[in-house]
T-cell receptor, first 113, second 114 residues
Framework: DQQVKQNSPSLSVQEGRISILNCDYTNSMFDYFLWYKKYPAEGPTFLISISSIKDKNEDGRFTVFLNKSAKHLSLHIVPSQPGDSAVYFCAASKETSGSRLTFGEGTQLTVNP | DAGVIQSPRHEVTEMGQEVTLRCKPISGHDYLFWYRQTMMRGLELLIYFNNNVPIDDSGMPEDRFSAKMPNASFSTLKIQPSEPRDSAVYFC????????????FGSGTQLSVL
């Protein structure tokens, strides 16, 4: 039972354009969401998070949007840079109950110069 | 801080052999996690510890898998006997004081079982 799904295994964009990575979840109890970035031969690193009391969180070029009614979140990268090429994982949990993170399958982003 | 340290980086073994993966978490972190990454399932949680005590091992695929954390600075994940379907990247991660806050991952162990 995959409670967190990233339906696009890969995404390719041009440098300078916007990258939009999507994530859907099925468990309505999830209230805390995170994005991780992973380069080849390295472990994932934390990128940005959002709590369900908000619908948007920004950190520089990265913005995460949360649509609770649709059980959908997205990560926007503007402008995209070649160094952003990596696998992006979304993760979710029930923060108030201290439950563990559930990760999606990941999306490979390629930013072309 | 050196971060989460895993060894070995790569392991190639033959089916039926015992495999031991090692992890040193970040000092002061109370939680330690073992994850497995595959193309089909992404990042799967195998087991996690809180203050060296195993809390949730429901993700451990079979009895062939076992994990220990004898002290706050060391953990092992053992597969005995190993099978080709165990081939994956295994990550260790730690977090400060919550199970669902941002995790700090090691570089992983690429395991190939022939």
């Amino acid at each position: 039972d995959q409670q967190v799904k990233q339906n696009s295994p890969s995404l390719s964009v041009q440098e300078g354009r916007i990258s939009i990575l999507n994530c859907d979840y099925t468990n309505s109890m999830f209230d805390y969401f995170l994005w991780y970035k992973k380069y080849p031969a390295e472990g994932p690193t934390f990128l940005i998070s959002i709590s369900s009391i908000k619908d948007k969180n920004e950190d520089g070029r990265f913005t995460v949007f949360l649509n609770k009614s649709a059980k959908h979140l997205s990560l926007h990268i503007v402008p995209s840079q070649p160094g952003d090429s990596a696998v992006y994982f979304c993760a979710a949990s029930k923060e108030t109950s201290g439950s563990r993170l559930t990760f999606g399958e990941g999306t490979q982003l390629t930013v072309n110069p | 801080d050196a971060g989460v340290i895993q060894s070995p980086r790569h392991e190639v073994t033959e089916m039926g052999q015992e495999v031991t993966l090692r992890c040193k978490p970040i000092s002061g972190h109370d939680y330690l996690f073992w994850y497995r990454q595959t193309m089909m399932r992404g990042l799967e949680l195998l087991i996690y510890f809180n203050n060296n005590v195993p809390i949730d091992d429901s993700g451990m695929p079979e009895d062939r898998f076992s994990a220990k954390m004898p002290n706050a600075s060391f953990s092992t994940l053992k597969i005995q006997p190993s099978e080709p379907r165990d081939s994956a990247v295994y990550f260790c991660a730690s977090s400060v004081d919550r199970v669902n806050e941002k995790l700090f991952f090691g570089s992983g162990t690429q395991l190939s079982v022939l």
